[in-house]
């Protein structure tokens, strides 16, 4: 025969055009080890290239170069997974480009795997002329070279195609198979020398890289690079937004601009299809999953659209049985109905949950990598743009306040374990909403979100929630009906954390008189009402007052409830607080065993009332003097804690604390340091820089560096302390006057203040606490 050079084209060498005198064989592409001239084939499909402005992602092409080079002459398959638009074939395609450049491979097979007729079309092609025509043929064709050829199955995205029938029979080959169906990775999984690897966000330089890229150079643009950094971020860096940003910012010249242009019109930008200088992609954003839309059933349409409304991750099947089983219902009849539709389409009907069809309406967008499934946890996650996508369709109106009443139902308010656990999973999702609600919200929506807000410390968030939701109870309801009632001891409850002491006792006398007049003086409400001012009082530094009405409160309970209901046990906790501040240690101690014990039997020895009875009684060993005791307890709080609870619960990280400050006391500066830093960095993340127990952590390790002589580092974290103490909580409020006195002592301590400066501060200090508490409290 005779072999003419007819072009060059990337990574296969030359591409050669082989004819044969004796059978008139033609064959287009790169010769195969071992290819004989008795061979008859067909002109087959070339691989494409990766788009010219492809970059990054270095750290995945290498993991497959590996994995290629590894066990040669045995069978490959590997799977790239992802959400449509994330930049799965063209990571493909960048690696076959790359292992040809180095000659990793004999032969590359390129298959439009978008359905069964692409292909068996693409695959027919392999097969010998003169043979049946048939995708079969082509198979066996490929499975007779024994040779290190590659396989590109690309898109192969229809959750009814078996790919595993396309798969030529034999042991050896190499395959890659691109897709956005995750039960795809079976295959992979199945095979001795298998990988998968989900596409997911490229990192924030690749992005930018990328963006920078298809921008180009017209024109000088200050800040180029912050403001592409800026704009992949705002795109949460997903690789087709960047690549139409690109283009779309090239065509108009807007780099400078784009955000605002994106924050206006986001979802016609993520929607246009003009892509300058990117051929290759041929849908937008929005456009590719639409495809995907049109083939899900209406549940799983549903459940997308709730969804949309969530936060973006941590989306549990637990709200969703827990409000399908609740025993609450929305004031609102309208809106109860519409929750109860919703709830029956993914899973919930009659009172009943089925986790079958939940598994199945979410195993639908798990095909399409709609959402993805954290195996670690059990949640589920959606990319925020699929997010603004998928909100923009769904036949029910008010989604935000439908989404909010799911919450409200599935949040309860026992003690059980698995209460506390559930109230700190949902806060990002009340959150998302909470703060776009614009509308009145429902008495059983406010009743579960206030006390996850409560629990988080959000109490800004939740007294305006609760002003809102008290105004409306007393034109509906009146002023001394139940539930309007209920709502002002809640914000006076709110009112007490905020230190807002005076506005919380005056809600509180109105509460408990009014009580006493409807329901009696030893009405459990009524008792609760006392106890709450007895916690006021306690605040106040008024023990003498606090100590009687919580004597009171606890006879009343012991007669009405029984010696050891939960709520007679937390009023003798309470007793013994008080009796503690007023140094009657040993009282203190007498009742803080009697409630630890009585704890342990009626709820358990790890049920959170008891742990908390717990470290209650090693904070009076600590002021008893008693360290070891204390440390000892408070050890098995944490150890419990953290086993029952979890390592980051707030409860637990309050043990950690804890704990350090015992440290402290002993001596033990580098323990205290160690665990305050700890927990100084995990309620950063689960609670927010400027939550008061985050606030309080920053203090804590102030005053570790200070007792280290560190007073630089002290007056660091003090400052800082204040200044967002006076922001959170205000100037006068107890903890900002003890960050006020903390920076004063360091400020003396290095000699930076003169007498009359520190002198002023402490007046400043003193004056303050004499009018918010009393001359007689401690503090004062």
Excluded at 583 to 609: F, I, Q, T, W
Aim: proline share 3%; charged share 25%.
């Amino acid at each position: 025969g005779q072999i003419k050079v007819d072009s060059v084209v990337w990574g296969q060498g030359p591409q050669v055009t082989f004819t044969s005198t004796s059978n008139n064989i033609n064959f287009h592409g790169a010769l195969p080890v071992g290819f004989k001239e008795s061979v008859k084939t067909k002109n087959r499909k070339l691989c494409p290239l990766p788009v010219p402005s492809y970059t990054g992602r270095q750290d995945i092409l290498e993991q497959m170069h590996q994995f290629f080079g590894r066990n040669q002459g045995s069978r490959h398959i590997f799977v790239l997974y992802g959400l449509g638009g994330s930049g799965k074939s063209q990571l493909a395609l960048k690696f076959v480009q790359e292992a040809q450049a180095n000659k990793r491979f004999t032969d590359i097979f390129f298959v439009d795997a978008t359905s069964e007729q692409t292909a068996e079309t693409d695959l027919k092609l392999l097969a010998p002329i003169g043979s049946e025509d048939t995708a079969q043929e082509g198979l066996q064709w490929l499975a007779n070279q024994q040779t290190e050829w590659l396989l590109l199955f690309d898109n192969a995205d229809d959750t009814q195609l078996d790919m595993g029938k396309f798969f030529p029979p034999c042991s050896f080959g190499n395959i890659i198979i691109t897709t956005r169906n995750p039960e795809v990775c079976q295959h992979a999984e199945l095979c001795p020398n298998g990988q998968v690897f989900r596409v997911s966000d490229l990192d924030v330089e690749d992005a930018k890289n990328l963006l920078l890229k298809l921008v180009g150079t017209k024109g000088k643009v200050p800040n180029k690079e912050d403001l592409a950094t800026a704009i992949v971020q705002e795109l949460h860096c997903f690789a087709l937004a960047v690549a139409q940003a690109g283009g779309y910012i090239y065509t108009c010249g807007i780099l400078t601009s784009y955000l605002a242009l994106y924050e206006s019109s986001r979802d016609k930008l993520l929607a246009q299809s003009e892509i300058q200088g990117q051929s290759q992609y041929a849908l937008a954003v929005y456009a590719t999953w639409d495809l995907s839309y049109k083939n899900l059933s209406s549940p799983a349409k549903t459940f997308l659209q709730i969804c949309s409304e969530l936060h973006h991750q941590n989306i549990r099947e637990e709200i969703f049985q827990r409000a399908t089983l609740s025993e609450l219902e929305l004031a609102d009849s309208d809106l109860q109905e519409v929750v109860i539709e919703l709830l029956t389409q993914i899973g919930g009907a009659n009172k009943q949950w089925d986790s079958f069809c939940f598994n199945k309406v979410a195993r639908e967008l798990q095909s399409y990598s709609l959402i993805e499934f954290n195996h670690v946890d059990g949640s589920y996650n959606v990319h925020p743009l699929v997010q603004h996508w998928s909100a923009m369709s769904g036949p029910w109106k008010n989604r935000k306040q439908c989404v909010l009443g799911i919450i409200g139902l599935s949040v309860s308010w026992k003690f059980a374990i698995e209460d506390y656990r559930y109230r700190y999973q949902v806060i990002d999702h009340i959150m998302r909403n909470i703060k776009s609600s614009c509308y009145s919200i429902d008495d059983a929506i406010v009743k579960g979100i206030g006390l996850v807000l409560y629990d988080h410390g959000y109490y800004q968030d939740v007294s305006e929630l609760g002003v809102t939701a008290l105004e409306a109870r007393k034109r509906r309801l009146g002023k001394e009906h139940p539930d309007t009632l209920l709502g002002m001891a809640s914000l006076a409850v709110i009112y007490l954390e905020q230190g807002r002491w005076s506005e919380a006792e005056e809600l509180e006398v109105v509460v408990l008189e009014a009580r006493k007049r409807v329901l009696g003086n030893e009405h459990p409400d009524t008792l609760s009402s006392m106890a709450n001012l007895a916690i006021t009082y306690w605040n106040q530094g008024r023990w003498s007052e606090s100590e009687e009405l919580e004597v009171t409160v606890l006879a009343a309970r012991k007669r009405v409830l029984g010696k050891e209901h939960p709520d007679t046990l937390t009023s003798m906790g309470n007793l013994a607080s008080t009796y503690w501040n007023q140094g009657k240690l040993n009282n203190a101690e007498e009742l803080g065993v009697a409630v630890l014990e009585a704890s342990k039997r009626v709820l358990g020895k790890d049920h959170p009332h008891t742990l908390t009875s717990m470290a209650n009684h090693a904070t009076t060993y600590h002021a008893q003097g008693r360290l070891n005791e204390a440390e000892e307890l408070h050890v098995a709080v944490l150890e419990a804690r953290k086993r029952v609870l979890g390592k980051e619960h707030p409860e637990t990280l309050r043990s950690m604390a804890n704990l350090a400050s015992t440290y402290q006391r002993q001596g033990k500066l580098n323990e205290a340091k160690e665990l305050e830093v700890a927990v100084l960095e995990a309620r950063k993340q689960v609670l927010g820089k400027e939550h008061p127990d985050t606030l309080k952590s920053m203090a804590s390790l102030a005053s570790t560096y200070h007792v280290q002589g560190k007073l630089n580092e002290a007056k660091e974290l003090e400052v800082a302390v204040l200044e967002a103490r006076k922001r959170v909580l205000g100037k006068e409020h107890p903890d900002t006057l003890v960050s006020m006195e903390n920076l004063a002592r360091t400020y003396a301590d290095q000699g930076k203040s003169n007498e009359a400066e520190e002198l002023q501060v402490e007046v400043a200090v003193l004056e303050a606490r004499k009018q918010l508490l009393c001359e007689e409290h401690p503090d004062t």
